[in-house]
């Protein structure tokens, strides 16, 4: 051969190596999970450095998290857990809600390059493209088909209960990519005693749960009904010496990483400062889900979203947990088809329980309790006894009064004792949450189901080459991702800019503490986020619990512009205070006739909000509802005085 024929010879072998690198990379599932992310989410392509998905609320809590963390750390060089200028002058303690450290810390580098926004959505993008390969993992070690593994991925990573909190800026709750993977670490360490994987168990454990302490309890619950069902440890030989070690080692990992960060809300809960304000069972019982939840279409789709929400009205970010009519299909295949053992035994058992968790505190269909008639003696004594035992018994004690109805009683479920009797399970108020691991089982049966059919199918000469077997997964995933589609997303996204309100503040105002009123208006997470352009303290915030001393002010900032409330805020070294008159509705002839003759006030600014919130499709259709407002975002008031707002800056004055 020549040196020309030589040359061209090793060119063409590199070029093949490169090609079938470059195939590799195009077919790898991380690959595949990212681009399927970006399609499934459109169009937060788009807007990657300006804007984040859904109406304000929870996500711009968490983004102002995501610029706190990078700010104190890395900017000040302080302690990120707590705030000295939100809910001035008491400053905040940031583990009194969601900390997300498993989301947040990973994404740091990213917050200091490029941005809190850019950061808050390459996380929200992890945790899609995680749940698929975790999923696919998991599935891929049971079934041994990558297929399969591809098609449980699909079905988890865009799973409406993922794609719901998307929209309702729920950042920890997308945490579940570690639900799949410590499911495969769990089952590998049962499976094989290797010390290993009982870390690895360990780490996808306190990663869970550092994303949210609702998985926490998930997770942990999950871990021990898969260990107890998979593995049996009661049969005689089981706790071998391998085997109780792999045990001590995950709790070990999980306790060193779980607990430093839980301990200083421990602290503060045993100084009060979680006490939620009296609750009572109908408040909590709303948030269980309904049966029809898991079979309802999803109401965010594209066609027919919103004539599901027309027919069958859904606290559309918490109760959309539909699991799929191909997936449901598949899965019901894996029960049928794969032989019975304890993988399966297993998964039933956690679908089953979680399912019943999912159903919260009483049972409901839909939206509203079931009622069950009984004669009225009958019914005032189970109300008695429901008395007692919300009341008197329960070591979180609720009040029952608003679920009494004469002649009818409603239908307890399991998770009712949770809830009352659980040391913090007062804390989880959303029991449909409990739904994602049936949504994981679902996945996990539905690779199963399509594996066992391909390899029976094969079997009888019913599937012919290895091409025609991709085309079918092909076709399955196709119509899983149809079935799931959001595009474009239902709840559209919020642009991230200063208001010229906030301009004003930080280029005009004097200094002084600023608040805002009414105080339901600051009660979200948009607020916040908004206090890091004017760079002023606020006398108010956001979180799952408020401070304990500003709780007990309640009552006196509520008067405000009364003498006393203004007293309170010259004590708090409050100097201006924004009133969103739009927020008052009927009510702002009045209040704003008492802020004109108050000698304390002296108006400085009127200014309009600019809007921030584009591309809905979904959320004119939602009807309000008394007990759970529009998208639990919209807190008694008008859209628009949720979305624009007219503002009236007074300086408090001696």
């Known amino acids: 051969m020549t040196e020309r024929g030589m040359q061209t010879e090793m060119l063409s072998a590199e070029h093949g190596s490169l090609c079938h690198r470059g195939w590799l990379v195009l077919t790898h599932p991380l690959f595949i999970f990212t681009i399927l992310s970006l399609i499934m989410t459109y169009p937060l392509v788009l807007h990657l450095s300006t804007a984040i998905m859904g109406p304000p609320g929870d996500n711009f809590e968490y983004l102002y998290k995501v610029y706190w963390f990078e700010h104190a ?3 000040e060089g302080t302690s990120p857990f707590f705030i000295p200028q939100v809910f001035y002058p008491f400053g905040y303690h940031v583990a009194l809600s969601e900390t997300t450290l498993s989301n947040i ?22 945790s899609f493209v995680l749940s698929g390969y975790g999923m696919y993992l998991l599935v891929r070690d049971l079934t041994g088909s990558k297929g399969a593994g591809m098609l449980s991925g699909a079905i988890f990573a865009f799973t409406p209960y993922r794609m719901a909190h998307l929209g309702a800026g729920h950042l920890p709750l997308m945490g579940t990519q570690w639900l799949p993977l410590l ?3 769990t089952e590998r360490w049962v499976r094989d005693c290797r010390r290993s994987d009982a870390v690895w168990a360990g780490l996808f454990y306190a990663l869970g749960a550092l994303s949210s302490w609702y998985y926490a309890y998930m997770y942990g619950l999950v871990v021990a009904i898969y260990v107890l069902v998979r593995a049996k440890p009661w049969q005689r030989g089981w706790l071998n010496r391998r085997r109780f070690l792999g045990g001590a080692i995950f709790l070990v990992v999980a306790g060193l990483l779980v607990v430093p960060a839980a301990w200083p809300l421990l602290q503060l809960s045993a100084q009060g400062e979680t006490a939620h304000a009296s609750l009572s069972l109908n408040y909590v019982d709303q948030w269980s889900a309904g049966l029809l939840d898991f079979v309802l279409p999803s109401a965010m789709h594209p066609f027919w979203g919103s004539s599901i929400m027309a027919r069958w009205p859904q606290n559309v970010h918490e109760n959309l947990l539909y699991w799929g009519l191909v997936p449901l299909l598949l899965a019901v295949m894996g029960w049928r088809l794969e032989e019975s053992g304890p993988v399966k035994r297993a998964y039933l058992w956690l679908g089953g329980v979680f399912l019943v968790l999912a159903l919260g505190t009483t049972l409901h269909l839909g939206p509203d309790p079931v009622y069950i008639a009984l004669p009225g003696a009958l019914a005032d004594l189970f109300h008695k006894g429901m008395y007692v035992l919300t009341g008197k018994l329960a070591l979180n004690k609720v009040s029952y009064y608003a679920m009494v109805r004469p002649g009818a009683v409603p239908v307890p479920m399991p998770g009712l004792l949770v809830y009352l009797f659980l040391p913090f399970a007062n804390s989880m108020r959303v029991w449909a949450r409990f739904g994602l691991v049936t949504s994981c089982v679902v996945a996990v049966m539905a690779g199963m189901g399509i594996s066992r059919w391909m390899g029976l199918s094969a079997q009888r000469g019913g599937i012919g080459s290895k091409s025609r077997r991709s085309y079918i997964y092909l076709l399955a995933i196709s119509l899983i991702l149809f ?6 997303y239902a709840f559209g996204y919020s642009t991230v800019k200063p208001q010229p309100v906030d301009r004003w503040l930080s280029e ?6 600023v608040i805002q009123y009414p105080l339901d208006r600051s009660w979200y997470g948009e607020q916040l986020y908004r206090s890091i352009t004017h760079g002023k303290a606020i006398a108010y915030g956001y979180g799952t619990f408020l401070p304990k001393a500003f709780r007990e002010a309640d009552d006196v900032l509520r008067g405000f512009p009364d003498a006393d409330s203004l007293d309170l805020l010259r004590s708090w070294d409050v100097r201006y205070a924004q009133v969103g008159s739009a927020w008052y509705g009927d009510g702002w002839p009045e209040m704003k006739r008492q802020l004109d003759d108050s000698s304390g006030l002296r108006l400085v600014l009127t200014t309009d909000d600019e809007p921030v919130y584009y591309g809905d499709r979904l959320l004119r259709d939602v009807p309000p509802s008394p007990l759970v407002p529009t998208t639990e975002l919209i807190a008694g008031c008008t859209q628009k005085a949720y979305l624009v707002d007219r503002l009236f800056v007074y300086e408090i004055v001696e």
């Open 73 to 75: 750390l890395l900017e």
């Open 105 to 126: 810390l990973p994404v740091l580098p990213v917050t200091a390059l490029l941005g809190e926004v850019v950061a808050y959505n390459i996380a929200v993008l992890i």
């Open 183 to 185: 499911l495969w670490a």
């Open 483 to 488: 079935d799931f589609a959001v595009l474009p």
């Open 508 to 513: 005009e105002a004097e200094d002084g503490a």
